[in-house]
């Protein structure tokens, strides 16, 4: 990547300077949405849909309007709702725990691991052994969280949800091309959601997101429900809702898709500088499981020294950020309303120490030096 001026800020992502990346194929993809005369649900979302899913190795993606959507409609789709209890992370973005919301269902809240910030496999085991029917909830799902860049420990989690009877859900929002023993995220439980949002590594210039699945008659139940429960148009055969992923995002997305993989490796790129560099500095590195394939939506130190750490980075023009600050179960639209299997000591603790240094593909190497030296002079003033 070429340098940077020394005095330019360095922000912690930076969705504008990743456009401006590939800019002239995303100018033509929206002045040919644009010419078409046709926005909403046409030629653009379909190939979209077609080209994402054979990206990911599945039968159909279904675009939507958002990544939280993508998960309700995912939920919805494989017949969650009121009276289900679905298991998944209080360390995640409040949009796992509103989607299961949204249906009717119950979240049941279980920690995590303490070396990749995903869903604990024996801490699962433990919730769905210690409290089977939840509440008086019938359990029926997992979500399980890819944090990060980095999925979860699939065939662990796969291994006990499927034992239990429950059905799996990956949210993929931040595990775009992320891969596990070789196989891509998505392609492990019954059906995936994926948020699109323009920090993602897949992100539109706006909202969208998708639900992929190799399941047919889920794919199709999922199109009905994104948009009132049509089967034919203007009657609704089930009650649906409207969350209808544009044309003109399409047109983005299908113009940043050819470029995921190349992304993915910068990302990845720029990981390992900082992994190398920081190796001794007293920081808490990120872990990336055996046989998994980590693209670095976010690349999150921890130590106990956080304020401190952030405050210097700021100090000389560095952004960074803390995904995320306060679990879900403790925030105040849903404290004392989850189930919770106790205790959720690793999510408390981490939540107290992780920030995010800056990642994203158009940082360039001169910037990922400032970072270097700034977290160097840094830990050189510590006790």
Known sequence: ???????????????????????????????????????????????????????LGLRDSVGVANGTDALELALRGIGIGPGDAVYTVSHTAVATVAAIERTGAIAVLV?????????????????????????????????????????????????????????????CAQAHGARLEGRMAATWGDIASFSFYPTKNLGA?????????????VAQRVRELRQYGWRERYVSSVPGMNSRLDELQAAVLRAKLVHLAADNARRRAIAARYDAALASCGLRLP???????????????????RESLMSTLSERGIGSAIHYPVPVHLQPAYRGRLSIFLPLAVTERAATEVTSLPIFPALTDSEVDRVIEAILEWARTQP
């Open 1 to 55: 990547m070429s340098d940077a001026a020394p005095s330019r800020a360095v922000p912690q992502s930076s969705p504008g300077r990743d456009y401006q990346l590939h800019q002239e194929e995303i100018d033509a993809a929206i002045r040919r949405a644009l010419d078409s005369g046709w926005y909403i649900l046409g030629s653009e979302v379909r190939e979209f849909e077609a080209e994402f899913a054979a990206f």
């Open 111 to 171: 920690d995590i691991d303490p070396a990749t910030y995903t869903l604990d496999p024996m801490a699962l085991a433990g919730a769905i052994a210690a409290a089977p029917r939840p509440g008086g909830n019938r359990p029926a799902a997992v979500i399980a969280v890819h944090l990060y860049g980095q999925m979860a420990a699939m065939p662990a989690i796969l291994d006990i949800a499927h034992g239990a009877g429950l059905l799996v859900v990956e949210d």
């Open 287 to 305: 872990v990336c499981a055996e046989g998994a394939e980590h693209v670095y939506h976010q690349y999150v130190v921890r130590t106990a020294r």
């Open 205 to 217: 210039l706006g909202d969208g997101g998708a639900v992929a699945t190799n399941d047919a008659a």
